[in-house]
């Protein structure tokens, strides 16, 4: 099946710091998803991105689907940015497009 | 649009009862997906269904049984509950038209079996 790797693994950051989180996947996808889990458990949709790049606010994601990695970028960090991020891949055919997660980015953002 | 809602948000049971996870979604998605989440893991995969009547099994189905008889509900049920079910339960839904395969999530149901 497919491996999902994010990195790092863990982040601090001082509020104001730039950050980028990684997620490499071993095979080809049609689904692409970066989401945060807040610390009360929610699980935020920030992108849907199979390939290409695109923006929201202080975030952006980029996907390189032939090199199969996708680069998450948090600029200006805040504290509500803390939590876990996830990356998630899905083959449409494969069980119904289920998502494969890796194992998260958890963010620690200090005042 | 309420988008993908479960209940309840939190339950405790004991070992060998017995409960129903509900999901219900209002987004008219085809596919619908029950996850659970161990403390520190991403999600895994128990049950899926590509429209009402059609369900299939996951990565982790053991212990779990599903229905979908209308799009926009599919329940989840525990049957004699052990502590390895202990998990946060997530629902989800996705559309296969447009192109897009987005997959939206609910709240979760935090479980726990002792």
């Given at each position: 099946g497919i491996q999902v790797e994010q990195s790092p693994p863990d982040l601090i950051l001082q509020e104001g710091a730039n950050s980028t989180l990684r997620c490499n996947f071993s095979d080809s996808v049609n689904n692409l998803q970066w989401f945060h889990q807040n610390p009360w458990g929610q699980l935020i949709n920030l992108f849907y991105i199979p390939s290409g790049t695109k923006q929201n606010g202080r975030l952006s994601a980029t996907t390189v689907a032939t090199e199969r990695y996708s680069l998450l970028y948090i600029s200006s960090?805040?504290?509500?940015?803390s939590g876990v991020y996830f990356c998630a891949v899905a083959q449409i055919y494969n069980q119904g497009g289920k998502l494969i997660f890796g194992q998260g980015t958890e963010l620690s953002v200090k005042p | 649009n309420a988008g993908v809602t479960q209940t309840p948000k939190f339950r405790i049971l004991k070992i060998g009862q017995s409960m129903t996870l509900q999901c219900t979604q209002?987004?008219?998605?085809n596919y619908m997906y029950w996850y659970r989440q161990d403390p520190g893991m991403g999600l895994k995969l128990i049950y899926y269904s590509v429209g009402a009547g059609i369900t299939d099994k996951g990565e982790v189905p053991n212990g779990y049984n599903v229905s979908r008889s209308t799009t926009e509900d599919f329940p989840l049920r525990l049957e004699?509950?052990?502590?390895?079910?202990?998990s946060v339960y997530f629902c989800a839904s996705s559309s296969t038209s447009g192109g897009s395969y987005e997959q939206y999530f609910g709240p979760g149901t935090r479980l726990t079996v002792t």
């Open positions: 960090s805040q504290t509500t940015d | 209002d987004m008219n998605h004699l509950a052990a502590p390895s079910q202990t």
